[in-house]
């Protein structure tokens, strides 16, 4: 799931609303500010992304304010994409 | 003596009559008002002149003697009486236009007073309508002035957002398998199934199979030995080496059958007993027994 070759990263985002938890895997650029993919995974979801969220598999928040680079050194690879409403929850 | 007291008389005379008159007066007022304006003229000489007669008048019954005091004085008292009650007309009048005068002055007053009031306050209603005002533009001028700020800052993030969309790419896509969530004694029967089939699997590769973590794999498979569905022996590499009753029925016999037996002619012997060779292997091999046997039938 990870690589880091050609300076872009790789995401494994799942859709935790959705029964089914389709996820599909993002390529990002290592520079590329985290609200950009953020933006991108939702509009591939179908989902609105002034009301999603990304968070960790264990719940855990991030931030979108950094770059793709931190947030997979800090949280990994494995992310779910949630409605904003459920955040903290 | 008597003249004292004829005087004395007169003067009681004089002060019964005067609520008298004004009792007249009251009940004709019209008449005596216009009596007053004539006489308010007069006035200015006349209360010198009745104030005199009056003090005269005092001194004279003081003075005089005997006869009849009361006639003289009745006389004297009707002409007196008339100029009393031009003198308390006139006063009377001059004191209601007084008071008409300060009662029409204090009304003037008052409308004045009223009319300053409202105009102040109405002066202050304006004052406080700009104030108000004032305040609602510049909380306007905030509110679009940060509605232009957040358009903006929603512009810019779109423009950054259309920078970086070409470099991003959907590498793959799917769908969560949800074995657990379809039936988890399937995956129990799975688990059993998948462990008697490989024969000899190493722990971790079961952990991976079945996406549980090694140590819970452990713990499975020894609560599976414990309710006798599974038997095998685990060994110190992270092996699980599954044992069916019957290969292990078949060692026990060969113990029984040569009494005594050491443990390497045991472990050489298990060996035939035992395969550790994968299940499937072993199906293909027991076909091909089968149809040996039905060939040499």
């Known amino acids: ?89 | 003596m008597e003249d004292m007291f004829v005087a004395i008389l007169s003067m009681l005379l004089v002060v019964a009559l005067i609520p008298l008159y004004l009792w007249r007066r009251r009940q004709v007022p019209q008449s005596h008002e216009q009596e007053a304006q004539v006489q308010h003229r007069e006035t200015v000489v006349r209360p010198t002149g009745t104030r005199s007669r009056m003090r005269r008048r005092h001194t004279s019954a003081a003075s005089t003697s005997s006869a009849p005091p009361a006639a003289e004085e009745t006389d004297d008292g009707s002409d007196e009486e008339a100029l009393e009650g031009e003198y308390y007309n006139a006063k009377a009048s001059k004191k209601k236009g007084r008071k008409k005068e300060e009662r029409q002055a204090q009304r003037q007053a008052e409308e004045a007073a009223r009319e300053s009031r409202h105009t102040k306050q109405d002066r202050y209603a304006e004052i406080r309508r700009r104030k108000d005002e004032e305040h609602e533009a510049k909380e306007r001028l905030l509110e679009e002035e940060a509605e232009a700020r957040k358009a903006k800052e929603e512009e810019a993030a779109a423009l950054e957002f259309e920078k970086w969309k070409g470099e991003f790419s959907v590498d793959a896509e799917g769908t969560t398998e949800n074995e657990v969530q379809d039936g988890s004694q399937g995956l129990l029967y799975d688990f059993v199934e998948y462990i008697k089939k490989q024969k000899c699997i190493p722990l971790e590769d079961l952990a991976a199979e079945f996406k549980l973590r090694t140590q819970d794999c452990i713990n499975r498979i020894t609560s599976l030995e414990d309710m006798g569905r599974l038997s095998g022996v685990m060994d110190d590499r992270g092996k699980y080496i599954h044992i069916s009753y019957e290969e292990m029925q078949a060692v026990a016999d060969y113990i029984k059958r040569e009494g005594r037996v050491s443990i390497a002619h045991l472990a050489s012997k298990s060996n035939q007993f035992i395969d550790l060779e994968p299940k499937a292997a072993m199906i293909t091999e027991e076909e091909l027994g089968a149809q040996d046997e039905i060939a040499v039938a």
């Open chain 1, 1 to 89: 799931m990870a690589s880091g070759a050609g300076g872009k990263v790789s995401f494994k985002v799942t859709l935790t609303s959705d029964p089914k938890l389709p996820f599909k895997v993002f390529s990002v650029p290592e520079g590329a500010p985290f609200t950009a993919v953020l933006k991108f995974a939702a509009e591939e979801f179908k989902v609105p992304p002034q009301t999603s969220a990304i968070i960790t598999n264990d719940g855990v928040g991030i931030n979108p304010q950094q770059s793709a680079g931190n947030v997979f050194l800090k949280h990994g690879s494995e992310l779910r994409l949630i409605p904003r409403d459920r955040v903290g929850a």
